[in-house]
């Protein structure tokens, strides 16, 4: 069983920066994609952005050239920088870690609001 667990979130105004931290357990880390979604109130869950076990980045339209994905195997850890937050933005963010199965965390709130 893989444990993941979201950080980072909160209050942020129009324009400005966040970066989610998501930690997950597991010897094997450095195997498993992991991804960033989100879902805003009365929406679907979307896709933000993925990394792959070898570094390759994946981004949703909406956010390329604002969010930035990254992780470090040495601490179990991917990162969710995102700058220039628009209100379209405010979700609840959620981590997954993919390898024989998807786990989830719980998600960590963002709201962009002035």
């Known amino acids: 069983q893989v444990q993941v667990v979201e950080s980072g979130g909160g209050l942020v105004q129009p324009g400005g920066s966040l970066r989610l931290s998501c930690a997950a357990s597991?010897?094997?880390?450095?195997?498993?994609?992991m991804g960033w979604y989100r879902q805003a109130p009365g929406k679907q869950r979307e896709l933000v952005a993925t990394?792959?076990?070898?570094?390759?980045?994946n981004y949703a339209d909406s956010v390329k050239g604002r969010f930035t994905i990254s992780r470090d195997n040495a601490k179990n850890a991917v990162y969710l920088q995102m700058n220039s937050l628009k209100p379209e933005d405010t979700a609840v963010y959620y981590c997954?870690?993919?390898?024989?199965?998807?786990?989830w965390g719980k998600g960590t709130l963002v709201t962009v609001s002035s």
């Open positions: 597991g010897s094997i880390f450095s195997r498993y994609v």
């Open positions: 997954l870690a993919s390898w024989s199965m998807n786990y």
């Open positions: 990394i792959s076990s070898g570094g390759t980045t």
